[in-house]
């Protein structure tokens, strides 16, 4: 029953078809035992990966595919499947399957753990062996040196995408396109604790990245602007008591 739910994991996707059904399976694997759903959420792919998630679904009653109509982005399909979710905390991965579904357990773990702070709403991955190219390396170092330096949110690995966070408190967050790189400092802002922890990192079987380093750096200076004047704006009036 949706009640007894503790863990919804989101995964977004845009032509991910030869890397959904290992992903799924390691998922559950990762899983055994606890009371979970998975929800992958099909940015508009123009390949197989919608047909092939319809057909899993009678493998892995957990499974809840979510279709967007148009291709609207990751961090829009981030935020379909975390408002469709059905527990009190989310676990996000990144569809190309180089993060590790072994790591949610830990994270779970590490966010919901007894002597948590009690401001502690996220608790994110940090590629500790990054397997990628030596230029999108680069790219990302470029790109997370500049935004650590203008918003001052203490994440070195913001493109990290396996994440655990209380779903109540992102909702509570703007939305905006890219707004899944700028998280770490969303929640700072709202006067939420943020801790990180070393993560797998795993090469792309299939497929092709979605992003360029350049595609990247032109939203990523648009985006920072946005966030700063964003923080610059908020109030917070340090949490809210009923008299």
Known sequence: MANSLEFSIVVPLHNEAGNVTRLIEEIARALDGRAFEMLFVDDASTDDTRAVLVELKSRFPMLRVVAHRKNAGQSRAIRSGVLAARAPVIGTLDGDGQNDPADLPDLYRALTRADAPQDLKMVMGRR??????????????????????????DCDDSGC??????RETYVSLPYFDHMHRYMPALFRAEGHKVEYRDVNHRPRATGTSNYTNFGRLGDALSDLRGVMWLIRRRRNPGGADEL
Do not use: E, P, Q, V
């Open 128 to 153: 500790a062996s990054r397997k990628d190219t030596a230029w999108k390396r680069f790219g990302s170092r470029f790109a997370n040196n500049i935004r650590m330096r203008l918003l001052n949110d």
């Open 161 to 166: 995408g396996i994440k655990a966070f209380y």
